[in-house]
């Protein structure tokens, strides 16, 4: 008896099982913009090329994706799917952000169909984006929310050992109410990204070279629009503090494209 070769996944290939005049070929037809995972892949290739389907599954599978399904269960992507996914792929590989990291990132507007085209301002400036607004509630404590310690823990899976190695370097500070220690939203998110660093070995003691960084950072740019921050006139006052947000982000940026040319240097 003549034993038939197992038939590969259609999902894979590119093409969903069905016969000429069936419905789920119809709706395919019907959006010949939406491409399937193996298209998808094919697509991708030429610049990324690790790119694989179990790679783009995984991404699925972690809330980064979410492709259209035929009734027959097949992955269905749009344009706008492929553009998310090329800006998914694009910060990992260059910009080396961690994919909780890019979720927020995703969440803030930062995706292929939904980006700022590139360019500048009304007057010829490049717009940068602060990553987090200086009058936002997180820089106000009597406003803003506060997270107790377990609460911290369990948000962001951090030791308990090394939320107090942080406080003790003065890298998170923290507030008492009622005996009991809360943190901000900015300090929360902070302890986050330190849990991560952990998980490489990174010990608090290491954190001191960023907070030093920090401090030296926010004297300069507190230097630059000291005279307009100090200022009694709530318009100069206010377009002071967009300033100070904008030089923020290009700071973080000038630093970020820094470490990003000395790392290249190590994997060359």
């Known amino acids: ?20 005049d069936s419905p789920a070929r119809g709706q395919i037809q019907q959006r010949h913009k ?16 690790d790119i694989s389907i179990s790679k783009i ?10 492709p259209r399904r035929t009734p027959g269960g097949y992955r269905l992507y749009t344009q706008g799917d492929v553009a998310r996914l090329r800006t998914i792929l694009r910060m990992q590989r260059d910009e080396f952000l961690p994919l909780r990291v890019i979720r927020q990132e995703l969440a803030a ?7 700022p085209a590139p360019g500048g301002a009304s007057d010829g400036t490049r717009a940068w984006r602060p990553g987090v607004s200086l009058r936002s509630p997180i820089s106000d404590r009597s406003s803003g929310a506060l997270y107790s310690l377990e609460d911290v ?3 962001t899976k951090a030791e308990g050992k090394l939320v107090r190695e942080l406080e003790e ?5 923290g507030e008492m109410r009622g005996g009991v220690r809360y943190f901000d939203e900015t300090e929360r998110e902070i302890i986050a990204a330190v849990a991560e660093l952990a998980r490489y070995g990174v010990e608090g003691r290491n954190l001191r070279v ?24 709530p318009a100069r ?3 002071a503090v967009e300033a100070l947000e904008n030089l923020a982000a290009v700071a973080t940026h000038l630093k970020h494209l820094l470490l990003i040319r000395d790392l290249r240097k190590i994997v060359r």
């Not at 008896?1 to 894979?12: F, H, L, S, V």
């Not at 507007?109 to 980006?115: E, K, P, Q, T, V």
Request: charged residues 30%.
């Open 57 to 66: 599954r995984y991404l699925e599978d972690q809330k980064l994706l979410t």
């Open 153 to 155: 823990l369990e948000e």
């Open 34 to 49: 939406s491409l399937t995972i193996g298209a998808v892949c094919k697509a991708l290739a030429q610049e990324f090329p």
């Open 210 to 233: 960023f907070r030093s960084s920090a401090d030296r950072e926010a004297s300069l740019l507190q230097q630059i629009l000291a005279p307009a921050l100090r200022s009694r006139n």
């Open 1 to 20: 008896m003549a034993i038939q070769a197992p038939r590969a996944d259609a999902d894979e290939l590119g093409v969903e099982p069905a016969g000429e």
């Open 169 to 173: 370097y003065g890298v998170v500070k």
């Open 109 to 115: 507007g930062r995706s292929g169909s939904a980006a």
């Open 237 to 239: 006052r206010k377009e």
